[in-house]
């Protein structure tokens, strides 16, 4: 046998043991090999499709049933989100009505609640509280001229749902500014009927309160309280009261308004005139930035002998008869414009007013033309500090008792005053939204009636203040 290499012949002889392997190896057998290899293919690939027919109707069974469930699955989703779509709906709606209501009671503006916030609850009662802890001292003249420490502030808050829309505000007043001592007096206290406009199915348009409730005139007395207050001192003719009566609030779209009917005299429990006192203010907010109103008031006849002074608090007293012994009632009618505008890390606020005081003395004529007016300006400073700075005066060409810093029973019950004005300027630091410490120096000048002038009333204090 010859084998071949490289394309030449090789006659060397074949050793025996691969002679025999040769041997069984010839070539024709190739072939059958190759043919029994393709028939075994066949045969794979005969019986795949064999297979494949007989369980195809299995197969198209089973997807047929796949998409049967799949079907089904689809439309309880649909059902799930239908219903979770209505359910949302009816979430909003509510939560609109919520919005809507608190809105009316944020318009109120004749009240100041606490944070609901702050405080804790007892059930479904909700208390809070709030106060001052201060330092004060003033020129000779003034009403702290002897260096004093002292609680500016303390009130506690409670409120509770009564019955559906219907809820319950009360405030005791542990101490206040105003007060000489240390007794304990009773604030706010109503009865809140939120969206009586329900029953023509109008959310916030009329809110009722009855009780004793702030006097709604002007803006100032919403910013009072120590925590809302940027200074420690307020504008010199700072109105507020607080008066039994009822009073309606609420808001219709861009306007909101609050209007009261009250007692009018100082005596808090009892009214010796049946003339009642009403006031009143409608507001505008044409977009977050600015705010407009305008506030009307009239006190109705107090009686001089047992009321002896309004119910409103004016230029750090009241109004009170300044006729002779033979008078027995007098008023006051008041008119006043505020405008605010704001900014992201600021405001500044300004009001001006007029009041017409006149009385029955049967022996003088003693009416009362009286101006006054306030502008004031806060900013937040980086790190929680912030400055804050106002002016106001008050003029009463034919003199009218302003306190002011002065000396109470020298200015409220002696001499009148025909001008006095108020620069001061303050700053603080904010811990957080419930604790925060302040200082302010303000410097108070005045004219008096028969020319005087008062020139030793100025203020120096610090505060720290706080609410929980």
């Keep these: 046998m010859k084998l071949v290499r490289g394309g030449k012949a090789a006659t060397d002889k074949v050793p ?6 040769f041997s069984r190896r010839p070539v024709k057998r190739h072939g059958g090999c190759l043919n029994d290899r393709v028939n075994q293919k066949t045969h794979i690939i005969l019986m795949f ?10 197969a198209e069974q089973n997807m047929a049933e796949e998409v049967r469930l799949l079907r089904e699955q689809n439309a309880l989703l649909q059902q799930q989100v239908q219903k979770q779509g209505t359910e949302l709906d009816t979430l909003s709606k509510k939560v609109q009505q ?8 944020s318009v109120a503006e004749g009240e100041n609640p606490a944070p609901a916030s702050a405080g804790f609850n007892v059930g479904s009662v909700h208390f809070s509280g709030e106060g001052g802890a201060a330092f004060f001292n003033t020129g000779g003249d003034g009403f702290a001229p002897h260096s004093e420490f002292r609680v500016d502030e303390a009130r506690i808050f409670v409120e509770s749902p009564v019955w559906e ?7 005791i007043d542990l101490a206040t500014r105003e007060s000489t001592g240390l007794n304990t007096q009773l604030g706010e206290l109503y009865l809140d009927f939120e969206d009586v406009s ?5 959310n916030g348009q009329v809110n009722l309160r009855i009780g004793r409730i702030n006097c709604p005139f002007g803006e100032e007395y919403q910013n009072r309280y120590a925590m809302e ?5 307020h504008s010199l003719s700072d109105f507020w009261g607080i008066d039994p009566g009822v009073e309606l609030y609420g808001k219709l779209g861009k306007f909101s308004y609050v209007a009261a009917v009250q007692n009018g005299g100082g005596n808090g429990v009892q009214d010796f005139n049946g003339d009642k006192s009403v006031m009143g203010r409608v507001s505008f907010d044409p977009n977050a930035r600015w705010h407009f109103s305008l506030s009307g008031m009239r006190t109705g006849n107090v009686d001089a002998n047992n009321d002896y002074i309004s119910s409103i608090w004016f230029a750090n007293g009241w109004f009170r008869s300044i006729g002779s012994d033979s008078t027995t009632t007098f008023h006051a009618d008041a008119v006043e414009g505020d405008i605010t505008a704001h900014w992201k890390s600021g405001r500044i606020s300004a009001f001006g007013g007029y009041v017409r005081y006149g009385d029955d003395d049967p022996k003088s004529d003693n009416p009362r033309d009286i101006f006054y007016y306030s502008a004031e300006v806060e900013q937040d400073l980086p790190r929680n500090f912030y400055l804050a700075t106002r002016f106001s005066q008050i003029f009463a060409a034919n003199g009218y008792p302003l306190v002011g810093h002065g000396d109470f029973n020298e200015y409220f019950n002696g001499t009148q005053a025909t001008s006095l004005w108020r620069l001061s300027f303050g700053g603080g630091y904010r811990f957080s939204n419930r604790l925060a410490v302040k200082l302010e120096y303000s410097l108070e000048r005045g004219t008096e009636l028969d020319g005087g002038h008062r020139n030793h009333e100025d203020f120096f204090g610090t505060e720290a203040v706080f609410k929980f």
């Design 49 to 58: 499709c064999v297979l494949t027919a007989a369980f195809a109707p299995a």
């Design 198 to 202: 329900q029953l023509w199915g109008k």
């Design 165 to 171: 829309s219907v809820y319950f505000y009360g405030d």
């Design 229 to 233: 207050n940027p200074l420690i001192s």
């Design 16 to 21: 025996a043991h691969l002679s025999a392997i």
């Design 98 to 105: 919520l919005e809507t209501s608190s809105t009316a009671h």
